[in-house]
């Protein structure tokens, strides 16, 4: 079964600095990538996906995040961040050969912009 | 893509009552997803519904605690019964929609005291 590590739980970053979030993930099977942005008191809101191709996939809102495969990673990045990126990041796996194709998510994590 | 209307969007229940929450998809979908996500933590999968068919149950979610329906293809509801304080979480329905996309509702915050 598919699983998705966030190593850190936390990132304070200062406003007009890059930032990245890291994502690792688990599968013995091929899987579609996902980030997801959740603002306070809001649902789910899809930055990013990779699904094949290029593994630098550009996103919503100046993010992009590059898979690989050897490293079983999906990082996500911005050159300089803005107070509005204050938010909780979310990285998601699929196994899209799986009958599921249910998405599993990490735990999270929470990106404080600083100004 | 796919737009999800979720409601309630908050409610504050008894304990041992029950609460349905409701997901309308603009669009029709063949799978849908119920999440709970617990104050402060990340989104757990509770079921999955398909249209024509009796959802799946993750390991922990019981049918008794978590009915779900799904009578057609734009349309689900998830009950959570017998409420307890522990039962206090934001749910979330999803979507799966064209070209491998997942779309969420808002989410409806329940508080149960």
């Known amino acids: 079964a598919q699983s998705v590590t966030q190593l850190d739980s936390q990132v304070p970053v200062f406003e007009e600095a890059p930032v990245e979030l890291r994502c690792n993930y688990s599968?013995?099977?091929?899987?579609?990538l996902f980030w997801y942005v959740q603002y306070p008191n809001q649902g789910l809101q899809l930055l990013l996906k990779?699904?094949?191709?290029?593994?630098l996939v550009k996103g919503i809102n100046g993010f992009e995040a590059e898979f690989n495969k050897s490293q079983t990673s999906f990082h996500l990045r911005k050159p300089s961040v803005h107070i509005s990126d204050t938010a909780e990041y979310f990285c998601?796996?699929?196994?899209?050969?799986?009958?599921?194709?249910?998405?599993?998510f990490g735990q999270g994590t929470r990106l404080t912009i600083n100004p | 893509s796919a737009v999800i209307s979720q409601k309630p969007s908050r409610d504050i229940c008894q304990r041992g009552t029950s609460l349905t929450i409701q997901c309308q998809v603009d669009?029709?979908?063949?799978?849908m997803f119920w999440y709970r996500q617990q104050p402060g933590q990340s989104l757990t999968l509770i079921a999955t519904?398909?249209?024509?068919?009796?959802?799946?149950?993750e390991s922990g979610f019981v049918i008794d605690k978590f009915p779900i329906s799904r009578p057609n293809l734009t349309f689900s509801t998830l009950t959570v019964s017998n409420m307890s304080p522990e039962d206090s979480s934001i749910y979330l329905c999803?979507?799966?929609?064209?070209?491998?996309?997942?779309?969420f509702g808002s989410g409806t915050r329940l508080t149960v005291v």
């Open positions: 998601a796996v699929s196994d899209y050969l799986g009958g599921a194709q249910k998405l599993v």
């Open positions: 990779y699904l094949s191709g290029s593994t």
């Open positions: 999803s979507a799966r929609t064209g070209n491998y996309g997942y779309t």
């Open positions: 599968s013995s099977v091929s899987v579609y």
């Open positions: 669009s029709q979908v063949t799978m």
């Open positions: 519904a398909n249209q024509g068919s009796e959802a799946t149950y």
